[in-house]
Antibody
Framework: QVQLQESGAGLVKPSETLSLICDVS?????????WTWIRQPPGKGLEFIGN???????HYNPSLKSRVTMSVDTSKNQLSLELRSVTAADTAVYFC?????????????WGQGTLVTVSS | QSVLTQPASVSAAPGQKVTISCSGS????????VAWYQQLPGTAPKLLIY???RRPSGIPDRFSGSKSGTSATLGVTGLQTGDEADYYC???????????FGPGTKVTVL
């Protein structure tokens, strides 16, 4: 069973960098899947942040591209997300998810999410 | 503001059927596959439908998906109280070069 678990600082100051880790178990991240970060502001909908392949190839949402960096650590079976120069608008629950194998894009396994609040 | 449109809410009595529409354009639904996710209160989204109409293992056949042109539909039959949740459609948008989600539809079981 594939399981994902996000972790990181729950409170980040404005203008600083948000850093999160996603631990993957039950599936090796180098087994050929894309891995995705998605966020959800409190009481609002879902927003695609970007995804990354095992090789390190990544694609970011153009709306966030200038501030986002994703990486994979195959030795630890972990993903990481950095979001720079955060503002209150970046307050959200952040999810990591596996991109499924099919004809289109979809996310078949999700972490439980971690709330990050941007506040001084 | 999402490029996909969903009704804010739908409701029906237990045992009845609801349908949720997801409307887009040629840059998203019209030329890409659609997925549907269920988000129970306080939990992560769960994949219900992928590739327009396929169900992952473990998803009951009460849930169905279809697509026609630039719109997609999720159907839920035999409505149960446990189906009360937010439902999101999602697909790739070629113009935005990003995966996009609909704004979500809240399903209420009366």
């Amino acid at each position: 069973q594939v399981q994902l678990q996000e972790s990181g600082a729950g409170l980040v100051k404005p203008s600083e960098t948000l850093s999160l880790i996603c631990d993957v178990s039950g599936y090796h991240i180098s087994s050929g899947s894309y891995w995705t970060w998605i966020r959800q502001p409190p009481g609002k909908g879902l927003e695609f942040i970007g995804n990354i392949f095992q090789s390190g190839y990544s694609h970011y949402n153009p709306s966030l591209k200038s501030r986002v960096t994703m990486s994979v650590d195959t030795s630890k079976n972990q993903l990481s997300l950095e979001l720079r120069s955060v503002t209150a608008a970046d307050t959200a629950v952040y999810f990591c998810a596996r991109t499924g194998h099919g004809s289109g894009w979809f996310f078949d396994y999700w972490g439980q999410g971690t709330l990050v609040t941007v506040s001084s | 503001q999402s490029v996909l449109t969903q009704p804010a809410s739908v409701s029906a009595a237990p045992g009845q059927k609801v349908t949720i529409s997801c409307s887009g354009s040629s840059s998203n639904i019209g030329n890409n596959y659609v997925a549907w996710y269920q988000q129970l209160p306080g939990t992560a989204p769960k994949l219900l439908i992928y590739d327009n109409n396929r169900r992952p293992s473990g998803i009951p056949d009460r849930f169905s998906g279809s697509k026609s042109g630039t719109s997609a539909t999720l159907g839920v039959t035999g409505l149960q109280t446990g189906d009360e949740a937010d439902y999101y459609c999602g697909t790739w948008d070629s113009s935005l070069s990003a995966y996009v989600f609909g704004p979500g539809t809240k399903v209420t079981v009366l």
